[in-house]
């Protein structure tokens, strides 16, 4: 069974300084990976997506994200944090069209 | 713009009551989806379809039903409202092709049972 553990609850950072959001998975098979970010009050918005081409994956607002197959995970990053950035974010692991979400966390950022 | 939309936004009702909550979408999409956002759980999937008449159990199905009589709407019912389905509700759809599928929300609904 596919599953996806986001191993914090809650990350804060400063305002410019790097973030990292870390997610492990399990799964059967290759898995395909995304990370949305949900922004208070709001929908998801989709941040990048692995589909088992580069394992670096880039996506919106300077966010990244690398599989690493050996480690189960799909941790996301960011080099310098913005105010804008304060949201929560979702690891998802997707089989058969359908989408298993982690707990989420929530990224406080500090001025 | 092709979008998706749900209503209402916001609705309370009473315990053992029917309620139906809409889901609108306007990108021609195969695929919809109903979750529920409860804190420290994510998204769960309630229900799902992959086309017209076509309706699947989800995670967390029990007390909600679903009908897809077209491709645009995809409707949830809750039969008699209980104080555990008080939640935000979200709807999803994707295309439906081969391959990976990114899915596009709606802005949810945020659902009140006393």
């Known amino acids: 069974a596919q599953s996806v553990t986001q191993l914090d609850s809650h990350v804060s950072v400063s305002e410019g300084t790097p973030v990292l959001l870390r997610c492990n998975y399990s799964?059967?098979?290759?898995?395909?990976l995304f990370w949305y970010v949900q922004h208070p009050n709001k929908g998801l918005q989709l941040l990048l997506k692995?589909?088992?081409?580069?394992?670096l994956v880039k996506g919106i607002n300077g966010f990244e994200a690398e599989f690493k197959k050996s480690e189960t995970s799909f941790h996301l990053t960011k080099p310098s944090a913005h105010m804008s950035d304060a949201a929560e974010y979702f690891c998802?692991?997707?089989?058969?069209?359908?989408?298993?979400f982690g707990a989420g966390t929530i990224l406080r950022v500090k001025s | 713009d092709a979008e998706i939309t749900q209503s209402p936004r916001h609705k309370i009702t009473e315990t053992g009551r029917q309620v139906t909550l809409a889901c609108h979408q306007t990108?021609?999409?195969?695929?919809m989806f109903w979750y529920r956002q409860d804190l420290g759980h994510g998204l769960r999937l309630i229900h799902y379809?992959?086309?017209?008449?076509?309706?699947n159990k989800g995670e967390v199905s029990d007390g909600y039903s679903v009908s897809r009589s077209n491709t645009e709407d995809l409707p949830l019912t809750l039969e008699s409202a209980a104080s555990s389905q008080t939640s935000v509700y979200f709807c999803?759809?994707?295309?439906?092709?081969?391959?990976?599928?990114?899915?596009?929300f709606g802005p949810g609904t945020r659902l009140t049972v006393l």
């Open positions: 999803a759809s994707s295309p439906g092709l081969a391959g990976v599928n990114e899915q596009f």
């Open positions: 799964s059967s098979y290759s898995p395909s």
């Open positions: 692995y589909t088992s081409a580069a394992t």
């Open positions: 998802v692991v997707e089989y058969g069209n359908k989408l298993v």
């Open positions: 990108w021609n999409h195969n695929n």
């Open positions: 379809s992959y086309g017209v008449q076509d309706t």
